[in-house]
């Protein structure tokens, strides 16, 4: 009697386990969430249809300020793995705080800061070492497809170095080298390619500069011949652009990629921005 019982009880968990088995997380793949779109992009380059990849960031918002729905901490609960850049986005932070940390990635442990600036990927050869280690995690989660996820990102890694060389060569000989940037979002990027930032904002777009702030910036701009002022896509162009006015320069946009648009990927974008520095920094 009770071994029956106990037989009718294990089918019944058997038949639930099964209508699960339709809906995520236990369809076979790797349950990934990412922070925002650079995080989301490296994993579902190296697990291709092994993962279902979900971006807490959504289209079009600014990711600096996201705040977590409860559709999202649960998203985070059931997530095989979670990868996030600590530092970035508070709210990510103490989401994958209230995880388990064996699942968790903070790619900032193996990025090579600057101080506090986040915008790593921004560098191709630092987001290639993030991937390396992202391959890492999601072999561990899936060993079965281990071999695939390395096949991937070697390939994604010589696609990263190719872009490396295109923005070694595009930007090495240019007329100036200075980018005056609304959002203090490029600084891993000049640094690798021999130019300087000169923000106007912090490194939160949200921090909003004061009128001496500004006329500070215009002022060293002005100095130091800069033509054009960069905004980003995801906030509102007016301080570049008051700044451009200010002294007569152009307003064009340099795109942190903490998001894409529609069509877009991260090489898209990151081609755009050299095409666009090459353009105003009249490079050779
Ligand atoms: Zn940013």
């Not at 990629?257 to 009249?282: C, H, K, P, Q, W």
């Amino acid at each position: 009697m009770r071994v029956k019982a106990a037989a009718v009880l294990g089918a019944a968990v058997l038949a639930l386990a099964g209508c699960a088995g339709h809906d995520q997380p236990q369809d076979g793949r790797v349950h990934v969430v990412a922070g925002f779109y650079p995080l989301q992009f490296v994993a579902a380059e190296i697990g291709g249809d092994r993962v279902a990849v979900e971006n807490l960031t959504r289209a079009g918002a600014e990711p600096h300020d996201l705040e977590l729905q409860p559709s999202q901490l649960a998203a985070l609960e059931d997530a095989d793995l979670v990868l996030y850049l600590r530092g970035f986005q508070p709210a990510v932070d103490e989401g994958a705080d209230l995880q388990n940390q064996a699942k968790t990635f903070d790619v900032a442990k193996v990025a090579a800061l600057h101080g506090a600036d986040p915008h790593v990927w921004l560098d191709p050869l630092r987001l290639s070492t993030i991937a390396d280690r992202v391959a890492d995690r999601l072999a561990a989660a899936d060993p079965a497809h281990a071999e695939e996820f390395r096949g991937r990102v070697a390939d994604l890694d010589s696609r990263l170095r190719a872009l490396d060389e295109e923005y070694t060569q595009g930007l090495r000989h240019c007329q100036r080298h200075d980018v005056v940037t609304s959002h203090e979002a490029f600084g891993y990027l000049t640094a690798r390619y021999g130019l300087a930032q000169i923000p106007v904002t912090g490194i939160n777009p949200d921090e909003e500069p004061g009128p001496q702030q500004i006329r500070d910036v215009a002022r060293v701009a002005k100095a130091r011949g800069v033509t054009t002022i960069f905004f980003e896509s995801l906030v509102s162009p007016k301080l570049s652009e008051t700044v451009a006015r200010e002294i007569g320069a152009k307003a064009a946009v340099l795109d942190p990629i903490e998001g894409v648009e529609d069509g877009e990927t991260y090489f898209t974008a990151m081609r755009t921005n050299l095409a666009t520095l090459r353009d105003a920094l009249s490079c050779a």
